[in-house]
Structures are given as structure tokens and as C-alpha cells.
């Protein structure tokens, strides 16, 4: 039996939470001490992804119209965001679905979308997407996967996909095939392929494969041996693949960005944790300097990553057509912070971090192993960093004029409810550059008249941030192959921007809710560190967000830390 959210744009995520705080008991689906042992074993978290449908989760994987969450993508992303909070392999093992589903809401008849919705709500069908091959790396042009059609009006497919999440445990899978002998981007076509549909002897499943990390997720593969589907199984038109997989990758990178907050989050709470209890010099680490700055530039960084998260989430309802720019930037740039700061967390807690059996029943050292797969996950981070590139004439010039769609931009960092999602003004690429990094100019204007001073400081010096990057990209040569380095490293200037331009947007729209504005202050002081190498915060300026960290996060450190 699910269970019902109640009523409510985020209902759903208050939801899970109770429910995997309660699930996080000795030998609960969510018991660290049982998600360890299926690490090792490398064992699907069944009871884990069990719990997960009696949640209710499945409605965030499909549109409000469609009877799914009313919350859209922002619902979403706070769901696998409490997720990941506990486990990141639960979360990827689950949250698959929506990636396998998402070329059909986006390019699916209406007949083909609620039959989706329908299978996904009440039968939680497991949807995996089949897009990448072995030898083919990144390069969805070099698919050799085929589908002819047959006589009956069908298609035959025949190929493999390797490596896939869910490709064996999945009854559903969306795969992009060939259909044109000579490829190109109007020679391949997406068809949802259902396999109890299939022949015996059509298909088979490959082996799992051995992982670093999510070691218990399903990473396998599958082939097709003259496997034939239904004329309906194409989803959308023939030479249309290519198109709808880039289309739909703008949601799923965003996505993704939960997966990053979510360990980021669990890394912070076993930080904190072990230095409140570390005895030291007649005190305990979280008293010491040192400590407390790390704690605190951590509690910032991650305050950083989630408004950048959420601003990209909101866009995809408010700025659609800008999301070929925003949802790269916050693929390339959201795990990036939060690896770095599990990095720095996991020096601070020095061979603890590493042990399996002798802090926390070894989850830092799984969250450390687990989240290293989301830079990878969708698109790695110099994939997500050459497509920012190659628009980086449009977003230099419009930088340059701070030209920006103003209601938009006022509607995704608002508080109110998000228009429906309009899977068809998703745009291959954006004509209006990226509002959230465009209107910061305007954004540090008004601040003026809304903010403390040294909110009005940090804004100012963000929007330089911004003017001094828009000469720096005129100045790049435009370059289809053999990009330089420097357009990488202006790439990653600019997802930075785009994290302290969020955090200003944030800030500027709500500037009188103090827990906010504490954690988004400490955000742009963040933004700015690492825009400038060698530029150091003030002291006391991570100490408030901090401070907050044990009301946050007190219930989960009891339940992991116990013996």
C-alpha cells in the first residue's frame, strides 16, 4: 500500500524523511550498519527501493498533469536529495526511473505518456535508459545499435548498451538506436522497449559490473539479438533521438545535482559529528580554530551548491528555453563544490574517514566513493563544460549588456507556486544566454535598498566577478575542436558565477527570512573564495551557518552514530 503524501507542493520530501528516519533503526531498510553490509556484498538495496514505493516517491518522476508530485522538478530534487542524504545508492538505484521516463514526457504522444505515467504510478515499472556503448565513451553519434524496421510495421533491434543503471532489474528501457545507416543527428530514434514484450532469445542481460562506488546499484548492460518491438515503442519521430536525448539530458543533469547535495549533507553531519566528540589539547576538535573554519567553509559551500540546485530546478519551469545553459552549468559545477568539500571534511576527520568499521559504521568512506559517480553520471563534467562552451559567444555578449529575461528570473527565485513545466520550450540551444547570471547587475542595484552592507559588498563584488568574465569570454576565439584550457577554466569561472548569482537572487527575493539569508550570505562569501584564488573570507563569516548545524541535522547523527 502507498503511502499517501498529504496535500502540498513538497509534501513528498517531508515524507520521506520521516519515513527514513524511522527506517534508519537497527536492521532497517536504512540502518547504516545494513547499508555497509550490502556495500560489501555488493548487494541491491531492495528493502531500501521497497520503502521508497510505499513513499510514494514515484509521483516526483512524473508530471503534476499526469497525476504525478504538483511540486515539478523542484519536488524532485528535494526528494532524492533526502535520499541521498542516507544513501546515495538508493538514490541512484531508484531515482533511474525518471531518467528512463523523461524522453517520453518530453517527446511522447499523449497516448504514450499516460500509459507511462500509469505503469510508473501504480505498477512502479523501473525504467532504465539505454544511451551508451561499449568503446563509445561519451559520443552518442558513434552508437552502433540498430533498429530497420520489419514487414509487420514493427522494428528489429540489434546491439548493446553498456554500461546501464537498471539494464537488468528494469522492465522497461528507453533506448536510442541507429535507424539511419550513416547516423548523424537525424540518424537515430528513441524507442521505449518493454521486455516482457520480447521473444525469448531476443535479448539478454549482461553481467553486473564491479564499481568503486554504488557498488550495490545494478551498473550492467543488455543486448539485442534481433529483438522486435511494437510500431508504438518509437517514442516521437523517427531522427528525432538525438534531439530528445539532449533535450531531456537539461532535466536530468539538474537532477543529478541532488545526488551531490544529498552526500554532501551526510558528509557535513559525520564531520561535525566526529569532531563534537574528538577529544583534543584538553577540549575537542570543534573547538579548535582550524576545525571550526572547515566546518563552517563546508556548511557555506553546501549553502552555495543548493542555491545554485535550486535556482537551476526553478528555471526549468521559468526560464525553459535557458535550460541548455543552466542545467550544464549545474551539473558541471554542483558536484565539483560538494567534492571538494568532501575532500577537505574527510582530511579533517584523517584515518576515520577511511576505515570501514570504526567511525559511523564506515559511511563516510562509502558517501566519499559513491558520490564521485555523479560528476560522470549524464554527462561528465568536461562534456557539460565544452557545451557551455560552445555558447559562450551569446552568454559573453549578453553578460556584457546585462540583458536578461526579468519576470522570469523574478518568478525562479520567488517563493511562489512554479507554472508547469513545458517539456516543449526546452531548447538544444538557449538565444537569451542565462538570466541568472545576466541580471546579477540589476540584482546588485536593488540591493541597495534591501540588505545589510556587507550583503550589498559581496553582490557588488560578485557582479565584477561577472563583467571581468564577459571580457575574458569575448576574448576566447570561438573553437569547435582543440578548445584551450583557458575556455575550461573560463567554463568553470562562469558555473561559479552562476552558484553566487543564485544565491543573490535567493537572498534579494526573501531578504527577511534570517535563516536564509544567514545561509545564503554565507553562500556568496563562498562564491567569492573560489572565484579568487588566494581571497579568504572574514573570520567570523562562517561561524553563523555553523552555529546551525545540530538543529539541522541532530536526529540522523543519533541514528548513525549509534554502536
Same mark, same amino acid.
Given at each position: 500500500m502507498t503511502?499517501?503524501?498529504?496535500g502540498g507542493?513538497?509534501?513528498?520530501?517531508a515524507?520521506?524523511?520521516a519515513?527514513?528516519?524511522?527506517a534508519?533503526v537497527?536492521?532497517g531498510?536504512?540502518?547504516p550498519r545494513?547499508?555497509?553490509r550490502l556495500?560489501?556484498r555488493?548487494?541491491?538495496p531492495a528493502?531500501? +527501493?521497497?520503502?521508497?514505493?510505499?513513499?510514494g #516517491?514515484?509521483r516526483a518522476?512524473?508530471p503534476?498533469?499526469?497525476?504525478?508530485a504538483p511540486g515539478?522538478?523542484?519536488?524532485?530534487?528535494?526528494s532524492?536529495r533526502?535520499?541521498?542524504?542516507?544513501?546515495?545508492t538508493?538514490a541512484?538505484?531508484?531515482?533511474k526511473?525518471?531518467?528512463?521516463?523523461?524522453?517520453?514526457?518530453v517527446?511522447?504522444?499523449?497516448e504514450?505518456?499516460r500509459?507511462?505515467?500509469g505503469?510508473v504510478?501504480?505498477?512502479?515499472?523501473?525504467?532504465s535508459?539505454?544511451?551508451?556503448?561499449?568503446?563509445r565513451?561519451?559520443?552518442?553519434?558513434?552508437g552502433?545499435?540498430?533498429?530497420?524496421p520489419?514487414?509487420?510495421?514493427g522494428?528489429r533491434?540489434e546491439?548493446t548498451?553498456?554500461?546501464?543503471n537498471?539494464?537488468?532489474? /528494469?522492465?522497461l528501457i528507453?533506448?536510442? $538506436?541507429?535507424?539511419?545507416p550513416e547516423?548523424?543527428?537525424?540518424g537515430?530514434?528513441?524507442?521505449?522497449?518493454?521486455?516482457d514484450?520480447?521473444s525469448a532469445?531476443g535479448?539478454?542481460?549482461?553481467?553486473?559490473?564491479p564499481?568503486?562506488?554504488?557498488?550495490?546499484?545494478?551498473?550492467?548492460? #543488455?543486448?539485442?539479438?534481433g529483438?522486435?518491438?511494437p510500431a508504438?515503442?518509437?517514442t516521437?519521430?523517427v /531522427?528525432?533521438g538525438?534531439e530528445?536525448?539532449?533535450r531531456?539530458l537539461?532535466?536530468?543533469?539538474?537532477? +543529478?545535482?541532488?545526488?551531490?547535495?544529498g552526500?554532501g549533507? !551526510?558528509a557535513l553531519?559525520?564531520a561535525?559529528e566526529?569532531?563534537e566528540?574528538?577529544?583534543m589539547?584538553?577540549?575537542?576538535?570543534?573547538?579548535?580554530?582550524l576545525?571550526?573554519?572547515?566546518l563552517?567553509?563546508a556548511?557555506?559551500?553546501?549553502?552555495l551548491?543548493?542555491?545554485?540546485?535550486?535556482?537551476?530546478?526553478?528555471?526549468a519551469?521559468c526560464?525553459?528555453?535557458e535550460?541548455s545553459?543552466?542545467?550544464?552549468?549545474a551539473?558541471?559545477g554542483v558536484p565539483? #563544490?560538494?567534492?571538494?568539500? #568532501?575532500?577537505d571534511l574527510?582530511e579533517l576527520?584523517? $584515518?576515520r574517514?577511511?576505515?570501514?568499521?570504526h567511525?559511523? !559504521?564506515g559511511?563516510?568512506?562509502k558517501?566519499?566513493?559513491?558520490?564521485r559517480?555523479?560528476?560522470?553520471?549524464?554527462?561528465?563534467?568536461?562534456?557539460?563544460?565544452?557545451?557551455?562552451?560552445?555558447q559562450?559567444?551569446?552568454?559573453?555578449?549578453l553578460?556584457?549588456?546585462?540583458?536578461?529575461?526579468?519576470?522570469?528570473?523574478?518568478?525562479?527565485?520567488g517563493?511562489?507556486?512554479?507554472? *508547469?513545466?513545458?517539456?516543449?520550450?526546452?531548447?538544444?540551444?538557449?538565444r537569451t544566454g +542565462?538570466s541568472?547570471?545576466q541580471?546579477?547587475?540589476?540584482a546588485?542595484?536593488?540591493?541597495?535598498?534591501?540588505?545589510? *552592507?556587507r550583503?550589498?559588498?559581496l553582490v557588488?563584488e560578485?557582479?565584477?566577478e561577472?563583467?571581468?568574465?564577459a571580457?575574458?569570454?569575448? $576574448?576566447?576565439?570561438?573553437?569547435?575542436?582543440?578548445?584551450p584550457?583557458?575556455?575550461?577554466a573560463?567554463a568553470r569561472?562562469?558555473?561559479l +558565477?552562476f552558484?553566487?548569482?543564485?544565491a543573490?537572487?535567493?537572498?534579494l527575493? $526573501?531578504p527577511s527570512?534570517?535563516?536564509?539569508?544567514l545561509?545564503l550570505?554565507?553562500?556568496?562569501?563562498?562564491a567569492?573564495?573560489?572565484?579568487?584564488p588566494?581571497?579568504?573570507?572574514?573570520d567570523?563569516?562562517?561561524?553563523?551557518?555553523?552555529?546551525?548545524? *545540530?538543529?539541522a541535522?541532530r536526529?540522523?547523527?543519533?541514528?548513525?552514530l549509534?554502536?
Open positions: 503511502v499517501a503524501p498529504p507542493p513538497f509534501a513528498l520530501p515524507v520521506l524523511e519515513a527514513l528516519r524511522d534508519a537497527a536492521d531498510p536504512f540502518d545494513r547499508s555497509a556495500d560489501a555488493e548487494e541491491f528493502e531500501a +527501493c521497497a520503502l521508497l514505493d510505499r513513499c #516517491i514515484a518522476y512524473v503534476a498533469e499526469l497525476g504525478g515539478g522538478l523542484p519536488e524532485l530534487l528535494a532524492l533526502v535520499v541521498a542524504s542516507r544513501d546515495v538508493v541512484v538505484a531508484h531515482g526511473t525518471f531518467l528512463g521516463a523523461v524522453s517520453t514526457w517527446a511522447g504522444s499523449d504514450q505518456r500509459a507511462l505515467a505503469r504510478l501504480d505498477e512502479k515499472a523501473v525504467v535508459w539505454g544511451l551508451t556503448e561499449l568503446g565513451g561519451s559520443d552518442l553519434l558513434a552502433q545499435l540498430t533498429a530497420v520489419t514487414e509487420a510495421g522494428w533491434l546491439g548498451k553498456w554500461p546501464i537498471n539494464a537488468t532489474r /528494469g522492465g528507453a533506448v536510442l $538506436a541507429r535507424t539511419a547516423g548523424g543527428a537525424r537515430f530514434s528513441l524507442f521505449l522497449v518493454d521486455k514484450q520480447l532469445g535479448w539478454r542481460p549482461l553481467p553486473k559490473e564499481t568503486h562506488g554504488i557498488r550495490g546499484a545494478d551498473i550492467s548492460g #543488455i543486448r539485442f539479438d529483438a522486435e518491438v508504438d515503442a518509437l516521437g519521430r /531522427g528525432d538525438l530528445t536525448v539532449l531531456a537539461q532535466l536530468t543533469r539538474t537532477v +543529478c545535482c541532488s545526488l551531490s547535495l552526500a549533507e !551526510h553531519r559525520l561535525y566526529f569532531a566528540h574528538r577529544a589539547h584538553g577540549t575537542t576538535l570543534l573547538h579548535l580554530p576545525a571550526r573554519r572547515t563552517g567553509r556548511a557555506a559551500s553546501l549553502a551548491a543548493e542555491a545554485a540546485s535550486t535556482m537551476a530546478a526553478r528555471s519551469h526560464l525553459t528555453g535550460m545553459v543552466v542545467s550544464a552549468v551539473k558541471a565539483e #563544490i560538494v567534492q571538494q568539500t #568532501i575532500d574527510a576527520l584523517g $584515518a574517514g577511511f576505515l570501514a568499521d567511525f559511523a !559504521h559511511m563516510f568512506q558517501l566519499e566513493r559513491d558520490h559517480i555523479v560528476a560522470v553520471f549524464d554527462g561528465s563534467t568536461a562534456v557539460n563544460r565544452s557545451s557551455l562552451i560552445a559562450f559567444p551569446v552568454l559573453g555578449r553578460a556584457r549588456t546585462g540583458a536578461h529575461d526579468a519576470a522570469g528570473l523574478a518568478a525562479a527565485a517563493t511562489r507556486a512554479l507554472p *508547469p513545466l513545458r517539456f516543449d520550450g526546452l531548447r538544444l540551444l538557449s +542565462c541568472v547570471v541580471g546579477l547587475a540589476a546588485a542595484d536593488r540591493a541597495d535598498m534591501v540588505v545589510p *552592507p550583503v550589498r559588498e557588488t560578485l557582479s565584477s561577472v563583467a571581468a568574465l571580457q575574458d569570454m569575448a $576574448a576566447l576565439r570561438p573553437a569547435t575542436r582543440d578548445t584550457p583557458e575556455a575550461f573560463a569561472r562562469y558555473e +558565477c552558484a553566487g548569482a543564485s543573490a537572487h535567493l537572498l527575493a $526573501a527570512d534570517a535563516g536564509r539569508a545561509r550570505t554565507a553562500a556568496l562569501e563562498r567569492l573564495e573560489l572565484l579568487r588566494g581571497h579568504e573570507a572574514p567570523d563569516a562562517y561561524e553563523p551557518v555553523l552555529t546551525a548545524v *545540530p538543529d541535522y536526529t540522523a547523527m543519533e541514528k548513525e549509534v554502536p
